[in-house]
């Protein structure tokens, strides 16, 4: 049989002592980056959000553009078009709104611009796309083509 002796006990002690020193430090640090992590995955979700809300925008005012020959006239004139001029803010899809604008680019161009917020308007983000009528008027009555 083997008898602690007072250095044996001690040195067990010294190796708590370590590895409790060890957690006291190394506890608060992985919470601290545990809780970080969680903000910037909601803050990655809502900027994604906003972004797809954006896109949302933007296939609107195409169809807009592909269903109306007026509009593509009187974006090509200039003349702002109500509700697709970020006037008027669309909520149609859950997580957020968006907005239109339809304007002239160039004399052959129009752009579409889409607004996406988040539904706790903390992250925007915007996409702009401009589709080509071509050159000649005939053109307008046909299908734009998104130029890139």
Same mark, same amino acid.
């Given at each position: 049989?083997?008898?602690?002796?007072?250095?044996?006990?001690?040195?067990?002690? /010294?190796?708590?002592?370590?590895?409790? =020193?060890? @957690?006291?430090? &190394?506890?608060?640090?992985?919470? *601290? !980056?545990?809780? #970080?992590?969680?903000?910037?995955?909601?803050?990655?979700?809502?900027?994604?959000?906003?972004?797809?809300?954006?896109?949302?925008?933007?296939?609107?005012?195409?169809?807009?553009?592909?269903?109306?020959?007026?509009?593509?006239?009187?974006?090509?004139?200039? /003349?702002?078009?109500?509700?697709?001029? =970020?006037? @008027?803010?669309? &909520?149609?899809?859950?997580?957020? *709104? !968006?907005?239109? #604008?339809?304007?002239?680019?160039?004399?052959?161009?129009?752009?579409?611009?889409?607004?996406?917020?988040?539904?706790?308007?903390?992250?925007?983000?915007?996409?702009?796309?401009?589709?080509?009528?071509?050159?000649?008027?005939?053109?307008?009555?046909?299908?734009?083509?998104?130029?890139?």
């Amino acid at each position: 049989m083997k008898i602690l002796t007072c250095r044996t006990s001690g040195q067990l002690l /010294i190796g708590a002592l370590a590895l409790l =020193l060890i @957690l006291a430090i &190394s506890v608060p640090a992985i919470i *601290t !980056y545990v809780q #970080r992590e969680s903000a910037w995955t909601v803050k990655q979700s809502r900027s994604t959000r906003a972004a797809q809300l954006a896109e949302s925008a933007v296939e609107r005012g195409y169809m807009q553009l592909i269903v109306s020959t007026s509009v593509v006239t009187n974006a090509l004139a200039g /003349i702002a078009i109500t509700g697709y001029n =970020l006037d @008027l803010s669309y &909520s149609d899809s859950s997580g957020g *709104t !968006y907005e239109i #604008r339809i304007a002239s680019h160039s004399s052959t161009s129009v752009s579409v611009t889409g607004v996406g917020r988040d539904r706790d308007q903390k992250e925007v983000r915007a996409i702009k796309a401009i589709y080509s009528t071509g050159a000649d008027s005939r053109m307008r009555s046909r299908l734009l083509e998104p130029s890139i």
